[in-house]
């Protein structure tokens, strides 16, 4: 187990710089996710921390060793890769051990190693077995085992779980965490999924464009976005936003599209007039009798709690109730965002304005 | 759309199926049908003809002259004949080295050719350009090349001041040999690369990678990865490889016809040489037969190369 260490790592293909400066501090130990939309360079990170990507400028270090110039294999990490990269001709017992054959441990050692992996992940039946002959949830588990034989510095997981159906997904995210939580190895995650972020994290690493968007836990990314791309990636449905103005005189207000006017708890300093983009998340909405008009368009429940799509001065916007209301489309509510947690950006830069 | 409901037809009737009927619908039959032109094709062209080429070797037939059934007395013979067992050694020898180099240099230039490197899509097409030629065109350049007197080899080499005189390729029988199977090399490699060429893009970069983080090098990358994955296509290319040089005929035949002294005799172009300059046809069937043991466990060997291996079975749902 190690800390790494990534500081302003820059990579370029050609001419074309796809990471502009990324630093991560990543403790000993700890879960981190690196997440965000196709192409935003966190798959890119993780091969430059494998080694499988050399680096443009920056550092990378493990431990206290900086890996820039060091072999792959020297690195001391193990990768699991998205479509599990599993040797065909080898069987179960063979592809885990295959590291430590090629370290020359002895027979038994390898032996030793394999079986208490399997028995981990709980793969002991399926050793003899080849990988053609796993249900693709049993791979996904072969993978890792790979991975927890060398008992590495570093975990490297790339977006393991695109390859499996939904109800797959759910359990192996909690498998995986649960062996982090077992083995305590230091590990990084990359996915573009914000569910399985915000679930396994420690720490989240929402990339975008090749920075690096902002870090923190679950949590802090949820409630304190520090701008609109992070407000907007992190929840699900997402925040809604609507464009519009803020007004101190007097009450301090955000004032909408269409005439559209709701409260906010205190007004950024110096803010009479400005262009705004007024957040709320679509649990954050109550009916109330002094909410602004909606038409609900769509109710879709789904049991454990109610999505409403409604037009609120012009924009769509979702909401989200545990309360089983009576809605019908084309119905009129009032719609109240709870003052106390609404988001306020920048139109312009997109930046977090309230605190 | 609307005319589907149009008058009711009048109710067929109903009748016992004729043998004929059967016949025209019946699947079975129906699959026999479908096989027919394949199946004649196949035995017109390649059954019959090996038929007759068997039994004209158990007769005493010559051109012009109806045989008469001699049972195995053509193969006494060339169980006797010291030029008969010296094709076969040839041929042995020549499907041997030219195989076994075939494959070195295929390999080699496949996995060169697999790697990023510039004009990669130019150089796979120069590769090709040696399958591309006719054969017998080759041969011919070949043949000057190697010529006594005008070989731009020895020319070179005298203007290097490397010899004296001229050598002597094809005149002297370790010269001929060298040069004969030099010829077929160079004209089959370029399948053996791009095929295997082919099968190493079917390997997924990705196993290369979790290899190179498993601490492989790159001699274990191929020893461990490469290799294993590779073998069922080794199988299939060098068993038409194999065929293919056992059966040569227009290199050899082009380039020095069987000579010097038999040296670069091959069964098939001894077999020609016999029957079709010789007339003598009965014998000529005979030593083309005697191949078909040959071809038949080099297929045999392949069979069981090419059987699934354990790791390719099941499901496939990947």
Known sequence: MSSVQIRDVRKSFGNFEVLHGVSIPIEDGQFVVLVGPSGCGKSTLLRMLAGLENITSGTISIGDRVVNNVQPKERDIAMVFQNYALYPHMTVGENMGFSLKLRNASSDEINKRVKRAAEILALSPLLERYPRQLSGGQRQRVAMGRAIVRDPQVFLFDEPLSNLDAKLRVAMRTEIKELHQRLKTTTVYVTHDQIEAMTMADKIVVMHDGIVEQMGTPLELYDKPENQFVAGFIGSPAMNFLKGHVRTNGVATFEGPNGVKLPLRTAPAASDGRPVVFGVRPEHFTIADDGAEAEIVVVEPTGSETQVFAKLGGEQVVAVFRERHQFNPGDKVRLKPDPSVIHLFDEATGKRLNT | ?318
């Open chain 2, 1 to 318: 759309m609307a005319d589907i409901a149009i008058a009711p037809r009048a109710k067929p009737q109903l009748r016992e199926a004729t043998a004929w009927d059967q016949l025209r619908h019946n699947r079975n039959w129906l699959g026999f049908w479908f096989m027919l032109p394949a199946m004649g094709f196949l035995i017109f062209f390649l059954a019959y003809p090996l038929g007759l080429g068997i039994w004209l070797s158990f007769t005493d037939t010559r051109i012009g002259r109806v045989g008469h059934f001699i049972a195995t007395e053509n193969y006494e013979w060339l169980w006797d004949d010291s030029i008969f067992w010296l094709s076969v050694f040839n041929t042995l020898l020549y499907t041997f080295v030219a195989s076994a180099l075939k494959f070195a240099i295929g390999l080699y230039l496949a996995l060169l050719l697999n790697e990023n490197m510039p004009f990669k899509a130019m150089l796979r097409a120069m590769v090709l350009i040696p399958f591309i030629v006719p054969t017998v065109l080759s041969a011919l350049a070949f043949w000057w090349i190697f010529d006594s007197q005008f070989s731009i080899i020895s020319w070179s080499l005298k203007h290097l001041g490397l010899i004296s005189q001229n050598i002597n390729f094809l005149g002297d029988t370790t010269w001929a040999r060298i040069c004969v199977i030099f010829a077929n090399i160079w004209r089959g490699v370029p399948f053996v690369a791009i095929t295997l060429l082919a099968g190493l893009q079917t390997v997924s970069p990705s196993l290369y990678e979790a290899a190179t983080l498993d601490g492989a090098s790159s001699w274990q990358r191929f020893r461990y990865i490469t290799y294993p994955l590779l073998t069922p296509i080794i199988a299939v290319v060098m068993t038409f490889s194999v065929l293919f040089t056992f059966t040569d005929f227009q290199l050899i035949w082009a380039m020095t016809r069987g000579g010097p002294v038999n040296a670069t005799h091959l069964m098939a172009t001894l077999s020609y040489q016999r029957a079709i300059i010789a007339g003598q046809l009965g014998e000529g069937a005979a030593i083309s037969s005697a191949m078909i043991p040959f071809l038949l466990a080099a297929i045999m060997i392949s069979w069981f190369g090419l059987q699934r291996r354990k790791w390719q079975q099941g499901e496939s749902n990947d």
